[in-house]
């Protein structure tokens, strides 16, 4: 009845638009309440037809009305709210679905708090008082809330599995060690326990030993990082500080050398203008003089002309421009000349041909570069078992030794029609593809290019697109001519003279670095691109006949111990 009571006072104060309890209930003039927010949506909609009701009774107003707020009917819900939470129990109490939930609860159950070992069943607070009251009870092993109580249960027998036998290494009943398990080591299960119980302890110092291990080893590498990047700090600072002085030092002589020609030049401007001002000068004197001499050229009077020509006669003495030096344009070529020359050195030493500063930031590597004497021995570390893909080879590539040595023919052989086939070079394509760090050999004769090409290189016809080393897709070492030349998008980088008959490739995908190196007693390296690879690679040769006389050509990817 109380309920049925308090469900009629809860609708008696709940908004007949969202059917919810009031929240800040305000009255309009009919006498109706509703939510604040709820009667001003509804008029809000209403605004353009300008006639306003009520959602609950439907009287029509002609003005928006006045809303006031009703405080008793606040403090009503309010009050109602604090009732209802009193009187419900609190949803935390009821078993969810990661939750144990008490055996003995009918309809909502709620959570378990312990489990019976003895009893094989779960308990929430209320159930499990008789365990604490009745004396038998109280002997049961209680335990937190398991979900696991039936796996205690002998399928076979439907008894309590109280013994192990470690002949089966299997959980029992005292039936299954007269039956089927007669005969077998079996011991009681908290002996078991026992025993296993000093095992996990073991396990737990080892596993415990190999944390501490492992955060050792984290700690060196996070201070390896920091001295890292400390140094690495260290070093951009210093070399900017160097540069920056050299900068100042270039702008200090290129101002020194602009001032000393301005200088120069403003001097020897200034003579030559005042030389042309004294020569302007003369000029328009001698004009004057000339005017002079021609007018008295015509006069009859002997006397006055006799008399006039010895004073017009007599010519000052003339400038010698000879006699003022200006500076020949030489000075400026010589100048020129001069600052062209310390700019070459510069460069030579800039470019490295005079320090090894490009050397070593082309070489330098993400992981910490071997000692020369050793770098074979470390790049055997990441050598790789590459294999040539038959359905890529031209028909003039005979392939040999399980795939791993390609030899030129003069006589093109009928193979089966492939897409991914090369039919205008004679290339061929690895069967794998090439991410992380690999390293691999090739020995050669004739003429040959080792490359390294995407998958997706064009391989029809004679285009650039084709040839390793002419487009965009590959790279190439060119090991026909005297000296070595690296290939990329057609463009060509010779780098020595030095010639064998073995080739070392490495590769490190992510860092974006290829190297070529040639191999006998001792590793050169050849030529090191960094760039940033988009796609897997994969190794490439491609053969030819270095000359008319040269009939032999071929490729071997050598088997490295």
């Known amino acids: 009845m109380a309920q049925l009571g308090n469900q009629l006072h809860r609708e008696q104060i709940s908004c007949s638009i969202c059917l919810d309890l009031l929240k800040d209930p305000v009255t309009a003039t009919c006498g109706h309440s509703h939510c604040m927010k709820c009667i001003e949506t509804h008029w809000d909609k209403e605004d353009k037809r300008k006639i306003y009701t009520c959602p609950q009774c439907r009287e029509v107003f002609l003005q928006k009305p006045d809303l006031k707020k009703n405080t008793m009917l606040a403090d009503l819900v309010e009050e109602l709210k ?11 109490c009821y078993a969810g679905p990661e939750d144990v939930a008490c055996d003995v609860c009918t309809g909502r159950k709620l959570k378990a708090q312990k489990s019976c070992l003895q009893c094989l069943a779960s308990f929430c607070e209320k ?6 009251e009745a004396a038998p009870l109280q002997k049961h092993k209680l335990t937190e809330p398991s979900k696991k109580l039936q796996e205690s249960i002998c399928s076979r027998h439907d008894e309590v599995m109280k013994l192990f036998c470690r002949t089966d290494q299997q959980p029992i009943c005292y039936l299954c060690s007269v039956d089927q398990h007669r005969g ?7 002996a078991e326990r026992t025993e296993r119980q000093k095992e996990l302890k073991v396990s737990r110092q080892n596993i415990q ?3 501490q291990d492992k955060e050792r080893d984290v700690k060196l590498l996070q201070q390896e990082v920091e001295a890292v990047n400390r140094s690495a700090d260290e070093a951009v600072d210093h070399c900017e500080k160097i540069f920056s002085d050299v900068i100042c030092i270039m702008l200090k002589k290129r101002s020194d050398v602009t001032e000393q020609v301005r200088s120069q030049q403003k001097t020897e401007v200034s003579q030559a203008k005042e030389l042309q001002e004294k020569l302007e000068k003369e000029i328009t004197e001698l004009k004057r003089r000339d005017a002079q001499l021609a007018k008295l050229s015509t006069t009859e009077d002997h006397n006055q002309f006799l008399q006039s020509f010895l004073s017009l006669s007599q010519l000052s003495e003339s400038t010698d421009s000879s006699s003022i030096s200006i500076l020949p344009l030489s000075f400026f070529e010589d100048l020129t000349a001069a600052v062209s020359d310390f700019g070459d050195k510069l460069l030579d030493v800039l470019c490295g041909k005079q320090t090894n500063i490009s050397q070593k930031v082309e070489e330098a590597d993400v992981s910490p570069s071997p000692p020369k004497s050793d770098i074979r021995a470390e790049l055997l570390k990441h050598s790789c078992y590459i294999t040539l893909n038959p359905n890529t080879a031209h028909g003039c590539l005979l392939l040999s030794d399980r795939n791993r040595k390609a030899t030129l023919t003069r006589q093109q052989q009928t193979l089966s029609r492939q897409r991914d086939r090369f039919t205008g070079y004679c290339q061929v394509l690895s069967k794998e593809s090439l991410t992380g760090r690999c390293y691999w050999e090739v020995e050669w004769s004739g003429g040959v290019h080792v490359a390294v090409a995407y998958k997706n290189i064009s391989k029809v016809g004679m285009r650039d697109e084709c040839a390793y080393g002419h487009n965009d897709k590959s790279w190439a070492l060119d090991c026909v001519s005297k000296s070595y030349n690296l290939l990329h998008n057609s463009v060509s980088t010779p780098y020595t003279d030095l010639q064998c008959s073995r080739i070392g490739v490495y590769l490190d995908h992510s860092a974006g670095i290829l190297s070529f190196y040639s191999v006998s007693d001792t590793m050169t390296l050849l030529h090191t691109v960094q760039t940033k690879f988009t796609q897997p690679l994969h190794a490439g040769l491609r053969l030819f006949y270095p000359g008319i006389r040269s009939f032999e050509s071929a490729a071997k990817l050598c088997d490295l111990k």
């Open 82 to 92: 604090r009732i209802e939470l009193q009187a419900a129990p609190a949803d935390h």
């Open 127 to 132: 159930h499990l008082q008789p365990h604490f």
């Open 184 to 190: 077998h080591d079996t011991v009681s299960a908290a």
């Open 209 to 211: 030993q190999r944390i």
